[in-house]
T-cell receptor, first 115, second 115 residues
Framework: KNQVEQSPQSLIILEGKNCTLQCNYTVSPFSNLRWYKQDTGRGPVSLTIMTFSENTKSNGRYTATLDADTKQSSLHITASQLSDSASYICVVTTQFSGGYNKLIFGAGTRLAVHP | DTEVTQTPKHLVMGMTNKKSLKCEQHMGHRAMYWYKQKAKKPPELMFVYSYEKLSINESVPSRFSPECPNSSLLNLHLHALQPEDSALYLC??????????????FGSGTRLTVV
Protein backbone atom coordinates (compact mmCIF):
# COMPACT_ATOMS: atom_id res chain seq x y z
CA LYS A 1 0.00 0.00 0.00
CA ASN A 2 1.30 3.45 -0.91
CA GLN A 3 1.90 5.49 2.24
CA VAL A 4 3.60 8.68 3.33
CA GLU A 5 4.24 9.18 7.04
CA GLN A 6 5.37 12.42 8.62
CA SER A 7 6.76 13.28 12.00
CA PRO A 8 6.26 15.01 14.27
CA GLN A 9 2.52 15.64 13.98
CA SER A 10 2.99 19.08 15.48
CA LEU A 11 5.88 21.23 16.58
CA ILE A 12 6.30 24.49 18.47
CA ILE A 13 9.51 26.46 18.16
CA LEU A 14 10.68 29.94 19.04
CA GLU A 15 11.23 32.56 16.38
CA GLY A 16 14.76 32.45 15.01
CA LYS A 17 15.32 28.78 15.80
CA ASN A 18 15.86 26.00 13.29
CA CYS A 19 13.79 22.83 12.91
CA THR A 20 13.69 19.64 10.87
CA LEU A 21 10.60 17.79 9.72
CA GLN A 22 10.69 14.14 8.69
CA CYS A 23 8.97 12.13 5.97
CA ASN A 24 9.11 8.37 5.32
CA TYR A 25 7.42 6.85 2.32
CA THR A 26 6.54 3.52 0.77
CA VAL A 27 5.34 4.48 -2.70
CA SER A 28 5.88 2.61 -5.93
CA PRO A 29 6.51 3.58 -8.62
CA PHE A 30 8.24 6.72 -7.38
CA SER A 31 8.27 9.80 -9.60
CA ASN A 32 9.23 12.65 -7.32
CA LEU A 33 8.83 14.02 -3.80
CA ARG A 34 7.53 17.45 -2.93
CA TRP A 35 7.26 19.52 0.19
CA TYR A 36 4.33 21.90 0.38
CA LYS A 37 3.49 24.65 2.83
CA GLN A 38 -0.21 25.13 3.55
CA ASP A 39 -1.67 27.98 5.53
CA THR A 40 -5.03 27.31 7.15
CA GLY A 41 -7.86 27.58 4.63
CA ARG A 42 -5.51 28.13 1.69
CA GLY A 43 -4.13 25.92 -1.06
CA PRO A 44 -0.75 24.18 -0.72
CA VAL A 45 2.26 26.08 -2.03
CA SER A 46 5.20 24.13 -3.40
CA LEU A 47 8.51 24.58 -1.58
CA THR A 48 10.74 21.96 -3.22
CA ILE A 49 10.53 19.05 -5.62
CA MET A 50 13.12 16.28 -5.95
CA THR A 51 13.49 13.35 -8.27
CA PHE A 52 15.11 10.01 -7.50
CA SER A 53 18.59 11.26 -8.37
CA GLU A 54 18.51 14.45 -6.29
CA ASN A 55 19.81 14.44 -2.70
CA THR A 56 19.09 18.01 -1.68
CA LYS A 57 17.16 21.03 -2.85
CA SER A 58 17.03 24.49 -1.32
CA ASN A 59 14.50 27.29 -1.53
CA GLY A 60 15.56 30.23 0.59
CA ARG A 61 15.46 29.17 4.23
CA TYR A 62 13.99 25.78 3.31
CA THR A 63 16.28 22.84 2.52
CA ALA A 64 14.92 19.43 1.62
CA THR A 65 16.90 16.20 1.51
CA LEU A 66 16.04 12.88 -0.06
CA ASP A 67 17.53 9.44 0.59
CA ALA A 68 15.98 7.22 -2.05
CA ASP A 69 17.65 4.12 -0.59
CA THR A 70 16.02 4.45 2.81
CA LYS A 71 12.94 6.23 1.38
CA GLN A 72 13.30 9.14 3.74
CA SER A 73 13.13 12.88 3.27
CA SER A 74 13.54 15.84 5.57
CA LEU A 75 12.71 19.51 5.43
CA HIS A 76 14.99 21.84 7.36
CA ILE A 77 13.85 25.35 8.16
CA THR A 78 16.50 27.81 9.28
CA ALA A 79 16.05 31.04 11.23
CA SER A 80 12.33 30.51 11.59
CA GLN A 81 9.88 33.40 11.25
CA LEU A 82 6.36 33.87 12.56
CA SER A 83 5.10 33.53 8.99
CA ASP A 84 6.47 29.98 8.88
CA SER A 85 3.56 28.89 11.06
CA ALA A 86 1.64 26.51 8.81
CA SER A 87 1.21 22.86 7.92
CA TYR A 88 4.07 21.26 5.99
CA ILE A 89 3.03 18.39 3.79
CA CYS A 90 5.25 15.76 2.22
CA VAL A 91 3.83 14.49 -1.07
CA VAL A 92 5.12 11.65 -3.24
CA THR A 93 4.09 11.44 -6.87
CA THR A 94 3.32 8.09 -8.40
CA GLN A 95 1.27 7.14 -11.43
CA PHE A 96 -2.11 5.65 -12.17
CA SER A 97 -2.02 2.68 -14.50
CA GLY A 98 -2.96 5.01 -17.36
CA GLY A 99 0.11 7.15 -16.73
CA TYR A 100 -1.65 9.98 -14.97
CA ASN A 101 -0.06 11.55 -11.93
CA LYS A 102 -1.27 10.54 -8.51
CA LEU A 103 -0.17 12.39 -5.41
CA ILE A 104 0.19 10.48 -2.15
CA PHE A 105 -0.11 12.96 0.71
CA GLY A 106 1.33 12.75 4.18
CA ALA A 107 -0.83 13.93 7.06
CA GLY A 108 1.40 16.97 7.52
CA THR A 109 3.33 18.54 10.36
CA ARG A 110 1.68 21.54 11.98
CA LEU A 111 4.39 24.04 12.84
CA ALA A 112 3.80 26.94 15.22
CA VAL A 113 6.49 29.61 15.55
CA HIS A 114 6.17 31.67 18.72
CA PRO A 115 7.77 35.05 19.42
CA ASP B 1 1.31 33.52 -15.39
CA THR B 2 2.15 30.72 -12.96
CA GLU B 3 -1.07 30.63 -11.02
CA VAL B 4 -4.20 28.58 -10.70
CA THR B 5 -7.12 30.90 -9.97
CA GLN B 6 -10.21 29.68 -8.16
CA THR B 7 -13.49 31.50 -7.71
CA PRO B 8 -15.30 32.16 -5.51
CA LYS B 9 -13.02 32.09 -2.46
CA HIS B 10 -15.96 31.45 -0.16
CA LEU B 11 -19.39 29.99 -0.87
CA VAL B 12 -22.37 29.31 1.38
CA MET B 13 -25.17 27.32 -0.17
CA GLY B 14 -28.36 25.59 0.90
CA MET B 15 -28.97 21.92 0.33
CA THR B 16 -31.39 22.64 -2.51
CA ASN B 17 -29.18 25.16 -4.31
CA LYS B 18 -27.20 24.73 -7.50
CA LYS B 19 -23.82 26.43 -7.63
CA SER B 20 -20.56 26.13 -9.53
CA LEU B 21 -16.90 26.41 -8.60
CA LYS B 22 -14.51 27.72 -11.23
CA CYS B 23 -10.82 27.14 -11.85
CA GLU B 24 -8.59 28.74 -14.46
CA GLN B 25 -4.94 28.38 -15.45
CA HIS B 26 -2.93 29.86 -18.31
CA MET B 27 0.26 27.84 -17.94
CA GLY B 28 -0.53 25.52 -20.83
CA HIS B 29 -1.04 22.61 -18.47
CA ARG B 30 -3.01 19.76 -20.02
CA ALA B 31 -4.04 17.99 -16.82
CA MET B 32 -6.38 19.51 -14.23
CA TYR B 33 -7.63 18.15 -10.94
CA TRP B 34 -10.29 18.66 -8.28
CA TYR B 35 -9.52 17.85 -4.64
CA LYS B 36 -11.62 18.00 -1.48
CA GLN B 37 -9.94 18.80 1.83
CA LYS B 38 -11.52 18.54 5.26
CA ALA B 39 -10.02 20.39 8.20
CA LYS B 40 -6.69 18.98 9.42
CA LYS B 41 -6.73 16.27 6.74
CA PRO B 42 -4.74 15.94 3.53
CA PRO B 43 -6.46 16.68 0.22
CA GLU B 44 -8.46 13.85 -1.37
CA LEU B 45 -8.50 13.50 -5.14
CA MET B 46 -11.93 13.74 -6.74
CA PHE B 47 -11.46 14.08 -10.52
CA VAL B 48 -8.67 14.19 -13.10
CA TYR B 49 -9.02 15.77 -16.54
CA SER B 50 -6.44 15.20 -19.23
CA TYR B 51 -6.69 17.04 -22.53
CA GLU B 52 -10.18 18.17 -21.55
CA LYS B 53 -11.44 14.63 -21.06
CA LEU B 54 -12.38 13.09 -17.74
CA SER B 55 -9.72 10.49 -16.97
CA ILE B 56 -10.25 9.66 -13.32
CA ASN B 57 -13.37 9.79 -11.13
CA GLU B 58 -12.54 8.66 -7.63
CA SER B 59 -16.05 7.34 -6.96
CA VAL B 60 -17.40 10.81 -6.29
CA PRO B 61 -21.19 11.14 -5.69
CA SER B 62 -23.16 12.41 -8.66
CA ARG B 63 -24.14 15.57 -6.80
CA PHE B 64 -20.66 16.74 -7.85
CA SER B 65 -20.41 17.19 -11.62
CA PRO B 66 -17.14 18.30 -13.22
CA GLU B 67 -16.82 20.03 -16.55
CA CYS B 68 -13.82 21.10 -18.63
CA PRO B 69 -15.02 23.59 -21.29
CA ASN B 70 -11.51 24.17 -22.65
CA SER B 71 -7.88 23.57 -21.79
CA SER B 72 -7.72 26.53 -19.40
CA LEU B 73 -10.97 26.13 -17.48
CA LEU B 74 -12.34 23.58 -15.06
CA ASN B 75 -15.71 23.80 -13.35
CA LEU B 76 -17.31 21.83 -10.56
CA HIS B 77 -21.09 21.94 -10.55
CA LEU B 78 -22.77 21.38 -7.21
CA HIS B 79 -26.36 20.27 -6.64
CA ALA B 80 -28.25 18.92 -3.64
CA LEU B 81 -25.20 18.87 -1.41
CA GLN B 82 -25.16 17.70 2.18
CA PRO B 83 -23.68 19.50 5.20
CA GLU B 84 -20.88 16.92 5.29
CA ASP B 85 -19.77 18.19 1.87
CA SER B 86 -18.59 21.39 3.54
CA ALA B 87 -14.84 21.55 2.92
CA LEU B 88 -12.06 23.36 1.11
CA TYR B 89 -12.20 22.50 -2.60
CA LEU B 90 -8.87 22.73 -4.36
CA CYS B 91 -8.13 22.84 -8.05
CA UNK B 92 -4.70 21.91 -9.40
CA UNK B 93 -3.03 21.62 -12.77
CA UNK B 94 0.11 19.97 -14.09
CA UNK B 95 2.15 19.65 -17.22
CA UNK B 96 1.89 16.67 -19.52
CA UNK B 97 2.22 13.45 -17.58
CA UNK B 98 5.54 12.46 -19.11
CA UNK B 99 7.83 13.61 -17.52
CA UNK B 100 5.50 13.24 -14.58
CA UNK B 101 4.37 15.81 -12.19
CA UNK B 102 6.49 18.87 -12.79
CA UNK B 103 4.64 22.12 -12.50
CA UNK B 104 1.91 20.64 -10.31
CA UNK B 105 0.27 23.79 -8.96
CA PHE B 106 -2.63 24.22 -6.58
CA GLY B 107 -5.11 27.06 -6.47
CA SER B 108 -5.98 28.86 -3.23
CA GLY B 109 -9.22 26.95 -2.89
CA THR B 110 -12.91 27.61 -2.40
CA ARG B 111 -14.17 27.33 1.17
CA LEU B 112 -17.63 25.75 0.79
CA THR B 113 -20.21 25.69 3.56
CA VAL B 114 -23.46 23.77 3.05
CA VAL B 115 -26.28 24.84 5.36
Amino acid sequence: KNQVEQSPQSLIILEGKNCTLQCNYTVSPFSNLRWYKQDTGRGPVSLTIMTFSENTKSNGRYTATLDADTKQSSLHITASQLSDSASYICVVTTQFSGGYNKLIFGAGTRLAVHP
Amino acid sequence: DTEVTQTPKHLVMGMTNKKSLKCEQHMGHRAMYWYKQKAKKPPELMFVYSYEKLSINESVPSRFSPECPNSSLLNLHLHALQPEDSALYLCASSQEEIPPGYGYTFGSGTRLTVV
